[in-house]
């Protein structure tokens, strides 16, 4: 078979059914995951003709990745577990109240600050593991929490971990030994490292621009799905937070491209995120740009049963240690965290170490061989790298930081594995489904057929053309999607989009840098992210509604990095780029101005109620 038309519609078949299942059906991930890994195998082994033995290595390989997923859940979930325990989460609670009791407030400071911080420390789905429950113990309901970790799992992203997935991701997936991307390189007057990062100030670029209205996105969303009024009034409320949002932007979005620009593309969103938490909060303690009316859920007897989960904020909770444990001593089990990621990343020792320590197949593994059954294809976990082991490590010197009973020790332990269980399930199929899915090129099957993920593209490239740069953002978010990581979709699709660029003429730079931004954007609707947020917070189930929810800043996020990225490579004038990026601009405005016309409209029905009674 070589109809490409049939085969990308071959390929997009697992996903297909993933996304008809979560997001048109409502089905929890638990079983629409199975299915999905089910059509995989069928199209890899029967389309692609993959081999039987690399079909099975893959699905070792993703339960393997599954496995360091899930060491990550139980070590957030153990850290929040502790937590709530020794009365620590009451101390913190209270302080982010007295910086403001506004939800919009606390959103932005601990969702897109404080969130972007743990993302350039960690990366990998981080953040939403540690903001969602810290939120969550404020007393937002448990959605509302998983879905504002979401929503900021996107202009941080592609600089996370100390900038992994453009150095990794883009870095190995365009590969420094083709010569292509070599010529490209040095027709720049670059070497290699060079050429990378200054993929990467395009990609800081491209999301100081998209990235700009993420809060209010965020806080709109907020309040309209989880606040006391209905339809477009609600959102109102989030609109009206517009100039702390903005604020707190660009708070976070310009020191990040400085610190790209005049440090390394490491210190990107680690630096940015921490320069903008800085100044925000002395800000917000001075009253500067708060809202003046403040925010709240609606009463918790008024939440709708599919906000919450099996957990209610506290739970565990010892409410009379809580006045004994001060700010500082609260914190410390985070800044225990982010000092042990600081030092596993940044200390090379200690990170040669850390990483010398692995489990599973591929180089230097203290099991397994050089590879899964002679296939080439590798997995492995690296136990005292991974953020998982450091959440333990930093949980082992809370408990004598808080001088915690045995008994409270194993009430952690047994509330954490309770809740790690509700996202094995889904994870232990959705990674191997995403393996199958990537290991299907001629390496490990019978056909001449490239891999469904480069299939796909290419035949999106094909009805595209010169519009390209429109769509390279979508490519990304499709791959983030599919695998849940930001760097896999740039490993995945990174060459593939080069060479696109170079096949229509334009700048490799240009679209290389949207498909990172893409890829970022789609971990918004990742369905790992997504199922391992919601574990944290006892929310299992959801994931198709928040799915829908977060797909809305997401679809955002992608016109406008598309848009922007055609702008720079053909100009502004009356093309296909200008024209997108303006219907984009007004559509938003028209939308703001309907939704603030609408909590006018409430507002003044509200009055009139009122006047009768």
């Not at 030994?177 to 395009?202: C, F, H, K, M, P």
């Not at 965020?218 to 604020?247: H, I, N, Q, S």
């Not at 991974?386 to 047994?414: D, K, N, Q, W, Y």
């Amino acid at each position: 078979m070589d109809n490409l038309a049939v085969l990308s519609l071959f390929a997009l078949l697992p996903i297909l059914v993933v996304g008809v299942l979560l997001v048109g059906l409502r089905w929890p991930a638990k079983y629409a995951m199975p299915l999905g890994y089910l059509v995989a195998v069928l199209v890899a082994a029967f389309v692609w003709r993959v081999e039987w033995l690399a079909v099975v290595a893959s699905t070792l390989e993703g339960l393997i990745i599954a496995a360091g997923l899930l060491y990550i859940i139980f070590g957030a979930l153990l850290l929040l577990a502790t937590l709530t325990r020794s009365g620590a989460i009451q101390t913190i609670r209270s302080g982010f109240t007295t910086i403001s009791t506004d939800r919009r407030v606390q959103a932005i400071i601990i969702g897109w600050l404080f969130g972007s911080f743990i993302e350039g420390a960690s990366g990998f789905g981080t953040p939403a593991a540690v903001v969602a429950p810290l939120m969550f113990a404020l007393g937002f309901p448990a959605m509302a929490a998983v879905m504002v970790g979401l929503v900021i799992q996107s202009t941080p992203v592609s600089f996370g971990a100390v900038g992994t997935p453009v150095l990794v991701g883009v870095g190995d997936g365009l590969g420094s030994g083709t010569s292509e991307v070599a010529a490209r390189a040095s027709a720049l007057n670059l070497d290699y490292a060079g050429y990378i990062s200054q993929i990467g100030l395009e990609v800081v670029l491209l999301h100081a621009v998209a990235g700009t209205l993420v809060p209010l996105f965020m806080c709109c969303l907020l309040c309209g799905f989880y606040g006391r009024k209905p339809g477009l009034a609600g959102f109102a409320d989030g609109l009206k937070v517009w100039p702390f949002a903005l604020f707190a932007a660009f708070a976070m979005t310009i020191p990040s491209v400085l610190w790209n620009y005049f440090l390394a593309v490491e210190f990107t969103s680690l630096l940015g995120g921490a320069t903008g938490l800085l100044i925000v909060v002395f800000a917000a303690r001075r009253g500067f740009l708060l809202p003046k009316e403040t925010w709240d859920f609606p009463p918790k007897e008024r939440w709708l049963d599919r906000w919450t989960g099996k957990l209610a904020p506290g739970d565990g909770e010892d409410a009379t240690k809580a006045s004994d444990i001060g700010q500082v001593r609260a914190w410390m089990p985070y800044v225990f965290v982010v000092g042990l990621i600081l030092l596993t990343r940044l200390i090379e020792p200690v990170q040669e170490w850390a990483q010398s320590i692995t489990v599973g197949f591929g180089e230097a593994m203290t099991i397994g061989g050089e590879s899964i059954f002679g296939t080439g294809i590798a997995a492995s976990v690296e136990p005292f790298y991974s953020p998982g082991g450091l959440f333990l490590i930093a949980v082992l010197m809370t408990f004598g930081l808080f001088a915690m009973r045995p008994r409270a020790m194993v009430e952690s332990f047994s509330l954490a594995g309770r809740q790690l269980a509700g996202a094995a399930v889904a994870l232990l199929f959705a990674v191997p489904m995403v393996r199958v899915f990537i290991n299907s090129g001629t390496e490990f099957s019978a056909s001449d057929l490239a891999s469904m993920p480069l299939t796909l593209a290419e035949g999106a490239a094909t009805v595209m053309g010169a519009q390209w740069p429109l769509l390279a953002p979508w490519i990304g978010a499709l791959g983030a999607f599919a695998a849940g990581s930001n760097t896999v979709s740039n490993l995945m699709f990174s060459l593939f989009q080069f060479s696109t660029a170079e096949q229509i003429g334009v700048s490799p730079e240009n679209i290389v840098a949207a498909q990172a931004v893409g890829g970022a954007a789609g971990n918004m609707i990742a369905v790992h992210n997504v199922v391992a947020a919601s574990a944290v917070v006892g929310l299992a189930g959801r994931e198709g509604d928040l799915i829908r929810q977060t797909i809305i800043p997401m679809t955002y996020y992608l016109l406008a990095a598309g848009s922007v990225a055609y702008m720079w490579i053909y100009g502004i004038g009356l093309n296909s780029g200008t024209v997108m990026f303006a219907l984009l601009v007004a559509a938003l405005v028209a939308l703001a101005l309907r939704i603030r016309a609408s909590g006018r409209a409430y507002a003044t029905q509200a009055k009139a109620g009122d006047a009768r009674t």
